[in-house]
């Protein structure tokens, strides 16, 4: 058995896009770097922050969303409901002491494969170079650290009320939408 890290990547595939591109990377013989664990999704809209949390809480290093290119959603819009999502996932991840790297967003129409691919290879070499996510140490320990250094719950509260304020006002600003589990339902 090899001691070389090897880091397990979840990937979010829309069906009508994506999937059909890992597919016809299969097809096509390309080879990519085997890391990811594809989960097919109906489309990118569908995918709830909570997927992904629970993804690198249960030993993913990294997830890797992939949808349709913006104006070819098959739901209209449902890719650019992913897009304000991810912003704002990225943001409280950050404050958790993960590594933007871990979670990436990648537009790959049907016949992309190879775009598919290289988003594969790209993220398997950067995981590889930051090493293991350990969400117990990273996550768990690293806020109880945050704590007993006086970065209480007043502090995070602060930091992520002026983000609401700034970055993130524009996008609290838009239509509202429907959860993401209605419009899989849909
Ligand atoms: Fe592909 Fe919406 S159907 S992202």
């Given at each position: 058995?090899?001691?070389?890290?090897?880091?397990?990547i979840?990937?979010?595939?829309?069906?009508?896009?994506?999937?059909?591109?890992?597919d016809l990377?299969?097809?096509?013989r390309?080879?990519y770097?085997?890391?990811?664990?594809?989960?097919?999704?109906?489309?990118s809209?569908?995918?709830?922050?909570?997927?992904?949390?629970k993804?690198?809480?249960?030993?993913?290093?990294?997830?890797?969303?992939?949808?349709?290119?913006?104006?070819e959603?098959?739901?209209?819009e449902g890719?650019?409901k992913?897009?304000r999502r991810?912003?704002?996932?990225?943001?409280?991840l950050?404050q958790?002491?993960?590594?933007?790297?871990?979670?990436?967003l990648v537009?790959?129409?049907?016949?992309?494969?190879?775009?598919?691919?290289?988003?594969?290879?790209?993220?398997t070499e950067?995981?590889?170079?930051?090493?293991?996510l350990?969400?117990?140490?990273?996550?768990?320990?690293g806020?109880?650290e945050?704590r007993?250094n006086?970065?209480?719950?007043q502090?995070?509260?602060g930091a992520?009320?002026?983000?609401?304020?700034g970055?993130?006002?524009?996008?609290a600003?838009?239509?509202?939408?429907?959860?993401?589990?209605?419009?899989?339902?849909?």
């Open positions: 058995m090899s001691d070389t890290y090897e880091p397990i979840v990937g979010f595939l829309c069906n009508w896009c994506s999937y059909r591109a890992a990377a299969g097809t096509a390309l080879h770097a085997p890391n990811m664990r594809p989960i097919r999704v109906m489309c809209g569908r995918i709830d922050p909570q997927f992904v949390l993804a690198l809480r249960e030993g993913a290093d990294g997830v890797l969303i992939a949808g349709c290119h913006p104006g959603c098959h739901y209209v890719n650019i992913a897009l991810f912003i704002l996932l990225r943001q409280m950050r958790l002491g993960i590594e933007d790297e871990r979670v990436q537009w790959a129409a049907a016949s992309e494969g190879i775009v598919l691919a290289a988003a594969v290879d790209r993220m950067q995981l590889r170079a930051l090493g293991p350990r969400w117990r140490d990273t996550v768990l320990n806020a109880a945050q007993s006086g970065v209480g719950e502090g995070s509260k992520w009320e002026q983000r609401s304020r970055e993130t006002s524009s996008i600003a838009s239509p509202s939408s429907p959860p993401a589990t209605e419009e899989a339902r849909s």
